[in-house]
C-alpha cells in the first residue's frame, strides 16, 4: 500500500522560508510524476509545483520564482523549498503521486492523481 507522508510545515513570518518534504513508503519504483498541491481554508486545492522522474518541473504563475520542487529518487523523497513566504502562502500542503498518465494530462490539476498525503500546515503571518 502506498503511503506519502509530508512534514516540514510550520508557523513562519512573512519573508521566511520552509522546506516541505514528502516521503514515500509502500512501493518499489519511484513514481513518474509527483507533485505539491495546497488548499487554503474555503478555497479549492491548488496545483503549485510538479515534477516527473526525469527532473522537468511545472510550477503554478503565484509559485515562479520563489518554490522550487526536487526529488531524491534513492531515497523516494518529494521536497519543496519555499522562500520568501507571504500570509497568502497560508494554507495546507499535500504531496501527490502517480505512475499512470492520462491523454490530457496537466501536471497541476489535482484529479491526475490518485495518491495523496496528509498534508502539512502552513501558516504566514505578517
Known amino acids: 500500500q502506498v503511503k506519502l507522508v509530508e512534514s516540514g510545515g510550520g508557523s513562519v513570518q512573512a519573508g521566511g522560508s520552509l522546506r516541505l518534504s514528502c516521503a514515500a513508503s509502500g512501493y518499489t519504483a519511484s513514481f513518474d510524476y509527483m507533485a505539491w498541491f495546497r488548499q487554503a481554508p474555503g478555497k479549492e486545492r491548488e496545483g503549485v509545483a510538479a515534477?516527473?522522474?526525469?527532473?522537468?518541473?511545472d510550477y503554478a504563475t503565484s509559485a515562479k520564482g520563489r518554490f522550487t520542487i526536487s526529488q531524491d529518487i534513492a531515497k523516494s523523497t518529494l521536497v519543496l523549498q519555499i522562500n520568501s513566504l507571504k500570509p497568502e502562502d497560508t494554507a495546507m500542503y499535500y504531496c501527490?503521486?502517480?505512475?499512470?498518465?492520462?491523454?490530457?494530462?496537466?501536471?497541476?490539476?489535482?484529479?491526475?492523481?490518485?495518491?495523496w498525503g496528509q498534508g502539512t500546515q502552513v501558516t504566514v503571518s505578517s
Open positions: 515534477i516527473d522522474r526525469f527532473g522537468n518541473t
Open positions: 501527490a503521486a502517480e505512475n499512470r498518465r492520462t491523454r490530457s494530462w496537466a501536471p497541476l490539476r489535482s484529479s491526475e492523481y490518485s495518491h
